[in-house]
């Protein structure tokens, strides 16, 4: 298959469907290749022939005798077909689709046998239902989107149309350069990993931004996503975050949206900036595509008004960014150009009354220390200072402390005058925002990316389970034609992959329950063994604390007489007994195979709390144990593992190892889809964590 | 006191401290009041005497003949008690203090003397440390702040004088008209509530903005504002949200941050809308200035974009705002104008093939139908759009449907194109904006205000409990010197109030512990009771589950020995047995005596949970019992009264009355300044709730 790069950098490109129609879309793809510089060969194709743009047409693209590299298709549904084979025929390695009419409004086969025939001789197709592709390095504006798009280091991947051609619009006012952007359309052939790999090697592709709606090969993207944030910054809004929102979302683009609290989980672990608006992700790329990253992580704020550094010390706290907080070090660095009624310490309040000189002072203060690895500028307009100064000044020290990596970035309020050097500091790309929290949120994704770029790259870890075992365990399951395992198979795969779990003995007469609750040892519990009794406590076939022979040969007469009664046709198989387990922290763990990404891990409070609390988190996996560890601290529900009013700490290890278990299990018998233990009781440490409840389900 | 009236609206002003020196603030004072329109008599003050801007100074304010009602004074701090005292000479009602150099530098003293001086004769003082006052009413501009102040509909308060300043230019810029805008500075005497009061009154003002940093008088603030927005919506900012932005705020003005948490509640439950920054006030009050209420909640999304559909869609549930979900209907009005390959489904998607025509088309569909109560119109950036007729298309529907009572919000995106309209927009005040979060938050402000004005106005209610009866316990552990109840009179608070504990008896001897475990009922629970003795379980003075006599018996000795070995001075009164409450849904509830507010009750998911999970819900006490419930409501943990897992409803009326005793002892007992049941067990409907657990503080 071909390298993108004759995607994104041809020789040569056919327009078929170039049209001297001013309305069509085939008219202003010409015009566009044409007007944005492009260096290779254009060649507009079309039965008419005739002239489109002062260039001539050919008939077919077969009559056209130089080599083609891309062949970008724009005319009916009904033909696109015919023209593929002609491009096949013809050699030509990439084929984007403008055309739309397939599987967006449920053409899905026409699309299939389009990809086919191309993949079949070597062509890759990307779309179809795009607006195009524009390529700064090739200058090559290959979409009916506008004409002038200014070429930088931000490259933009959209699923959405619509959008994307708005997003040119915007990225052109607000000043950011693009050296790519990227329309996926119904993503037949070519995806967002394909396209991530050309441009993660891109050296002029600083900063990635990606649009996304729904995702079809969920393993393959991560890999790469997790790959590219090691090189530069990539930043994504996925729409369709909620319940209606992702109905929304799969009705728009027939892609399925799957649940976005796995994907926001399994996306972060790959160090990616998820934005929630276009506002936040285009704030973010300008941001980062102008600022080096940091060395530290001493951040200060510097501001000329009390009220705006108050809400810039809130912001930062929302958005994890650390407030240097060294009293005497700021006293010492400050002093000097803070006046007395005034604060040295972290907001840094020059106050109202600063002029545009002793603005100049504080910043040259701060950003010449070695201790202060950020600064954030904050200025109200006032009447005291020269606000022509403050431009002046703004250009000066961003360009001075991008190449000594300390991002400084400015948040500037006011007037018309503010107003009115907008346009000026844009050209500039000085980094700068009109409101203190968009402002705080770049130097907090900025931080996000340096904390993922910094942290140790662990190797995934292992455990060793019995995983043939396992594997009998389900197989008798399913011979027995079930999706799930009963709970004494549960057990049987906690046993393997060395869980503990209660004692528990099948009983299938009085004398047996007798006997195993002697053997298991007081107190015990008993619940009735049925495949079709689902609700056991429903029917009285559950007895807990049973503390004696007595109570254990009353209760088992007593769940038997009730089960009789209440389910008369039930298969009855016995009585389980098992030792009560003692109360501990009840915390939910699990692994399951998700049809989008692959095998992921959980952890959560436990009990009747996952319901109501929802206090959980995710990875993927493989893990390391530091990242296990990492993802248990992100549930609110962590500190009750460290031990709350004065207790000892529990047993975070045997949390740790049992999560590693089941991923591994998940990992290794691909039978099975999910693993969920609740409660999992947690004791001191020392004392084995114990699987009370388990249930697996087994997949297709 | 003078009425706040002759504050905004005097017949004459004097500024002491007019000076012809172009810096000075005593210049830019004399200028915004003749430049502003002001058509009272304005009087510069200055011994120096002389001319400022043509008008004659005099000397002092006694040398005026006229009558002055406000004297605004801008002369160093020294000055301002001698300045103040001829104010009262000569009868002046209001002096607006702008200097500053008063407490907000810990000169408190001198702050007091000024407005005890001022208030003895009869005036009232607004500030020290302010920027001033303008008020359209009187187009009176007595700040020093930017000439030009557009008149309109929206009322500043702010607490910060350099944000207010660059507000001011910000208010401009944006089309934003005030009716008025003040500073409070150091609030000496006039104060937020008093401002309110005014302005709540004042029929040119449509929207209050609140900027504030610290709480003087809460419970007189909120008192205003619960009855202000019964009127007119009032948006508010307070920073210092987080801990550090509080501590800032606190070193930044001298006041009191308080809890955040108990802010917001008391604030949302007065009907206040709080926006986090400063461009969601700015945008909340821009769209509620210009927006009529609804008439219901039914809310459509019209878009030329699937993919900005999607993120709107996000953004109506994160900002509650009620997508209208009735498939036929809106298949009915829609469908005519709506492509096959869009959707009719909310949002309603035209596609990126929508021209001007067809969006016009479908926003006339669904303005005009009934069942449509709101409308959020999402334009981007396409080539076949003119976009000439948005701006016209804008323009009509926001006037038509203003007076129908139907909002309508634009959200637009994209380049140039769209980035010219901007002024032409603001200037038309069609409520529009650049991004699809801001314009849904917008929705979200407005729906919330609705809620509010369209809620029932319940009377708060009451029970009846024995207040005396709680007064004497407390008396009695005052004499004892403490400022804490014990558990056994925190248990006669309880039987007091009428809300259940288990039954409890303290034994003091072998003997009593056995006939007090049978008075009970077994299983019994047995406790050291020892005003030495802090941590009970830790010293062994704790026995849980005891069966049976024999059992009593040794855990008697037990506790005994352990707690005279392990604390050996530490005096034993005995051993509190009591009967072993059931386990049932462990919630938290609460009141306490605010320092700021008042009354406040507490509701929450309670055991250790309350720490990690912080789950708690609060409001300003007294209340109704559909308050209450709503309060119930608000919390992760309601589901669980309601009974997770197929599990029968909980008492949820007896955790509502157990609230309202709480509020009311509280309310009633006033020595009393906390009172926190947790846990308080709640059972099946029928069965009493039950405080295990129950912590008294006395107050000062």
Chains 1, 2 share one sequence.
């Not at 724009?74 to 096949?88: E, K, L, N, R």
């Not at 100064?389 to 250009?395: R, Y």
């Not at 039930?570 to 692994?591: F, L, Q, Y």
């Amino acid at each position: 298959m071909p390298n993108l790069h004759d995607l994104f950098e041809p020789r040569s490109i056919a327009v078929i469907g170039a049209s001297a129609d001013r309305g069509k879309i085939g008219y202003r793809l010409v015009e566009n290749i044409l007007a944005s510089g492009y260096r290779g060969e254009v060649y507009p194709i079309n039965p008419r022939g005739g002239e489109v743009l002062g260039r001539r047409v050919y008939p077919t693209i077969l009559d056209v005798e130089d080599e083609i590299d891309v062949a970008c298709i724009a005319i009916p549904a009904a033909s696109v077909f015919h023209a593929v084979t002609q491009c096949a025929q013809k050699g030509v390695k990439f084929v984007p689709i403008i055309t739309s009419g397939f599987s967006e409004v449920g053409n899905l086969e026409e699309e299939k046998r389009i990809v086919a025939y191309a993949r079949a001789h070597g062509m890759r197709v990307l779309g179809p239902n795009i607006f195009g592709v524009y390529s700064a390095k090739a200058s090559l504006n290959t979409t009916f989107g506008p004409r002038d798009i200014q070429p930088g280091h931000v490259a933009i991947i959209t699923q959405s149309g619509a959008l994307g051609i708005a997003m040119i619009g915007k990225t052109a006012v607000e000043e950011i350069g693009l050296s790519a952007i990227v329309s996926v359309g119904n993503k037949a052939d070519i995806d967002e990993a394909d396209l991530l790999d050309y441009l993660i090697a891109d050296d002029d592709t600083h900063v990635i931004l990606m649009y996304i709606e729904g995702i079809k090969t969920g393993d393959r993207l991560l890999e790469v996503l997790s790959g590219g944030t090691q090189h530069k910054p990539i930043v994504l809004i996925k729409a369709g975050r909620s319940e209606r929102g992702a109905v929304a979302a799969a009705s728009h683009t027939g892609a399925l949206a799957g649940s976005d609290v796995i994907f926001e989980a399994v996306t972060r672990q790959c160090g990616v900036l998820r934005a929630e608006s276009l506002r936040d992700a285009f704030a973010w790329c300008k941001f980062l595509v102008e600022t080096p990253l940091p060395s530290g992580e001493n951040t200060v704020i510097i501001t000329n008004g009390g009220g705006v550094g108050v809400m810039a010390t809130d912001a930062c706290e929302k958005y994890g960014v650390n407030l240097y907080g060294d009293r005497p070090t700021l006293k010492d660095i400050f002093s000097d150009v803070t006046p007395a009624f005034g604060s040295t310490q972290n907001p840094i309040d020059l106050t109202g009354q600063a002029t545009d000189a002793g603005y100049h002072a504080a910043l040259t203060a701060g950003l010449a220390h070695p201790a202060i690895h950020a600064v954030i500028a904050l200025y109200c307009e006032t009447m005291l200072f020269d606000i022509d100064q403050l431009a002046t000044m703004m250009t000066t020290f961003s360009a001075r402390y991008r190449s000594a990596h300390k991002p400084i970035i400015f948040s500037i309020f006011g007037g018309d005058r503010i107003e009115t050097l907008i346009p000026t500091l844009r050209k500039r790309h000085v980094p700068f925002f009109t409101d203190v929290y968009e402002a705080v949120s770049c130097v907090g994704a900025m931080y996000a990316y340096f904390h993922h770029r910094t942290a140790p790259a662990d190797a995934p870890e292992g455990v060793d389970i019995n995983s043939r075992r396992i594997d009998q365990v389900v197989d008798n399951a399913r011979r027995d034609g079930r999706g799930f395992l009963l709970a004494y198979e549960g057990q049987q795969v906690m046993a393997a992959a060395d869980i503990a779990t209660p004692q528990s003995h099948l009983a299938h007469n009085l004398d047996e329950a007798v006997a195993a609750a002697a053997a298991t040892g007081y107190p015990v519990v008993m619940k009735i063994v049925s495949k079709d009794i689902l609700h056991k406590s429903d029917v009285g076939g559950v007895a807990l604390d049973l503390d004696n022979r007595d109570e254990v040969m009353d209760a088992y007469q007593a769940i038997i007489r009730s089960c009789r009664a209440q389910q008369p046709h039930a298969m009855i198989e016995g009585v389980e007994v098992s030792n009560m387990v003692p109360r501990g922290v009840e915390i939910i763990i699990g692994a399951r195979r998700d049809a989008t990404f692959g095998p992921i891990v959980m952890f959560g409070l436990g009990g009747v709390y996952v319901e109501v609390m929802k206090d959980m988190a995710f990875r993927l996996f493989p893990l390391s144990r530091r990242e296990i560890m990492a993802m248990l601290k992100e549930t609110r529900a962590y500190p009750l593992l460290l031990g709350v009013r004065g207790e000892a700490q529990k047993n975070i290890d045997g949390v740790i190892e049992a999560i590693m278990k089941l991923g591994t299990v998940i990992q290794q018998c691909r039978q099975i889809s999910d693993i969920e233990i609740n409660p999992l009781m947690v004791y001191e440490q020392g004392i084995d964590v114990t699987a009370v409840d388990v249930r697996i389900l087994i997949g297709n």
